[in-house]
Nanobody, 127 residues
């Protein structure tokens, strides 16, 4: 069984930084072959795709609203994907989910996909 476990969320102020981590585990789960990404869901809103990283870290994607502020990275030796968030804004407040369940394009170009999700970690940015 595959597990994705996020950590690193919390309550911060506008302009602060946070680093989220997501550790993957599973007897037959070959992390290094999967594309990985982060979604977020703000209160009362749909879940939003935020960023993705290819299996070899060679390609990354960010939505416009986080470009230049968020950085996705991975360490295949540690089965871990990170989301470094800087200059946080109130509108970044959401539950952040780590996943391999990415939009189709990324499954074709970034690596394998699968229907695996973490439980989410809350990020609250206070103004």
């Amino acid at each position: 069984q595959v597990q994705l476990v996020e950590s690193g969320g919390g309550l911060v102020h506008v302009g602060d930084s946070l680093r989220l981590s997501c550790v993957a585990s599973g007897h037959t789960f070959t992390f290094k072959s999967y594309s990985m990404g982060w979604f977020r869901q703000a209160p009362g809103k749909e879940r939003e795709f935020v960023t993705a990283i290819a299996w070899d870290s060679g390609t990354k994607y960010y939505i416009d609203s986080v470009k230049g502020r968020f950085t996705i990275a991975r360490d295949n030796a540690k089965n871990t994907v990170y989301l470094e968030m800087k200059d946080l804004k109130a509108e970044d407040t959401a539950i952040y989910y780590c996943t391999t369940d990415l939009p189709r394009y990324y499954c074709s170009h970034y690596g394998r996909c699968g229907n695996y999700w973490g439980q989410g970690t809350q990020v609250t940015v206070s103004s």
